[in-house]
Nanobody, 124 residues
Framework: QVQLVESGGGLVQAGGSLRLSCSPS????????MGWFRQAPGKEREFVAA????????YYTDSVKGRFTISRDNAKNTVYLQMNSLNPEDTSVYYC?????????????????WGQGTQVTVSS
C-alpha cells in the first residue's frame, strides 16, 4: 500500500472545469496503475477513470467520456483527472486509487491504496 495525496477539488459552476491531482507519498508513481472513483451523498461509490502503468491504456465510465481525461506524468510523480463541462451530477467526493500492477482496472476491489478524497461541487 501507498499513501496517496490528492488536491484540486473545489466549487465550480456548471460548464466549468477542474483538474484533480494525486501523488504517491514517498513512492514512485511509475510502479502503479492508477484510477479515480467517486461517491455522491446517498449513492454507491462508482468508477470514473483509470490509467495503466505506462499510460498507454485508459478507461472511463460512460457518463464522463469526452469530458474527463486521465493522464499521468511519471517525471512529476503525479496523475491527473482533467474534468471539463462539469454538471451538478458530477458533484461527489473523488478518490485517487493505486495498485501495484501494469494493467488498470475498473474493479475497485483490485486497488489496495486509496486517497483521503477531495470534494468536487458543481453548482447549477
Amino acid at each position: 500500500q501507498v499513501q496517496l495525496v490528492e488536491s484540486g477539488g473545489g466549487l465550480v459552476q456548471a460548464g466549468g472545469s477542474l483538474r484533480l491531482s494525486c501523488s504517491p507519498s514517498g513512492r514512485t508513481l511509475s510502479t502503479f496503475a492508477m484510477g479515480w472513483f467517486r461517491q455522491a451523498p446517498g449513492k454507491e461509490r462508482e468508477f470514473v477513470a483509470a490509467i495503466s502503468r505506462s499510460g498507454g491504456e485508459t478507461y472511463y465510465t460512460d457518463s464522463v467520456k469526452g469530458r474527463f481525461t486521465i493522464s499521468r506524468d511519471n517525471a512529476k510523480n503525479t496523475v491527473y483527472l482533467q474534468m471539463n463541462s462539469l454538471n451538478p451530477e458530477d458533484t461527489s467526493v473523488y478518490y485517487c486509487v493505486a495498485r501495484s500492477a501494469v494493467i488498470a482496472t475498473m474493479n475497485e476491489r483490485l486497488y489496495d491504496s486509496w486517497g483521503q478524497g477531495t470534494q468536487v461541487t458543481v453548482s447549477s
